[in-house]
């Protein structure tokens, strides 16, 4: 059974940072890429962040670039969100995914498992 558990999430002030991580179970974690999303209420799911099964190639919302950063450590099978210079509109539920990318599939969309969910929320 897969799991996936998000953690680190919590409520900061504008231009603080936080950071999520993602514990995964269940799949052999090194060949599925990685994704955060978030969520607002009222909205649909939208893409945050990506990164390729071995960590070489990353992806990112233009609403976040150069303000957040994922990585991955495949020894303890687990994903990382930073996130700096936090924005009250960064407020949301965020949700951790995976997937096993198969040729021609997309790195924003699609995922096939997902997380529970962390709730970050950003002061103004």
């Known amino acids: 059974q897969v799991q996936l558990v998000e953690s680190g999430g919590g409520l900061v002030q504008a231009g603080g940072s936080l950071r999520l991580s993602c514990a995964a179970s269940g799949r052999t974690f090194s060949r599925d890429a990685m994704g955060w999303f978030r969520q607002t209420p009222g909205k649909e799911r939208e893409f945050v962040a990506a990164?390729?099964?071995?960590?070489?190639?990353?992806y990112y919302a233009d609403s976040v670039k150069g303000r957040f950063t994922i990585s991955r450590d495949n020894a303890k099978n687990t994903v990382y969100l930073q996130m700096n210079s936090l924005k009250p509109e960064d407020t949301a539920v965020y949700y951790c995914?995976?997937?096993?990318?198969?040729?021609?599939?997309?790195?924003?969309?699609?995922?096939?498992?997902w997380g529970q969910g962390t709730q970050v929320t950003v002061s103004s």
């Open positions: 995914a995976a997937k096993f990318m198969r040729p021609g599939s997309s790195y924003y969309t699609a995922y096939d498992y």
């Open positions: 990164i390729s099964m071995r960590g070489i190639n990353t």
